[in-house]
């Protein structure tokens, strides 16, 4: 059974920088074809936000481009999303996913808020 655990979330103001952890447990990631980070605020959908392939591959959204960077380290099994520069409109709950062929593993979201 795989979990994703996050954490790092929590309040920042405005330009400043946090660092979300997921830590993975049942598998590992390298095995994974994609982790990466969703979020979603209070009335809208859940948006991908970056994900890193097996490969290492990078995608991210464009809102997020140039601030916004994921990256993993496999012996830690962990994924990481560094955030600099956050906005307002950054807060929302940020979800860890993966994928491993035709299953979806979610974490339990850790919630970031960025105060002006």
């Known amino acids: 059974q795989v979990q994703l655990v996050e954490s790092g979330g929590g309040l920042v103001q405005a330009g400043g920088s946090l660092r979300l952890s997921c830590a993975a447990s049942g598998r590992s990631i390298n095995s994974m074809n994609v982790v990466g980070w969703y979020r979603q605020a209070p009335g809208k959908q859940r948006e991908l936000v970056a994900a890193?392939?097996?490969?290492?591959?990078?995608n991210y959204a464009d809102s997020v481009k140039g601030r916004f960077t994921i990256s993993k380290d496999n012996a830690k099994n962990t994924v990481y999303l560094q955030m600099n520069s956050l906005k307002l409109e950054d807060t929302a709950v940020y979800y860890c996913?993966?994928?491993?062929?035709?299953?979806?593993?979610w974490g339990q979201g850790t919630q970031v808020s960025v105060s002006s």
């Open positions: 890193i392939t097996s490969g290492g591959a990078t």
């Open positions: 996913h993966a994928r491993f062929a035709f299953a979806n593993y």
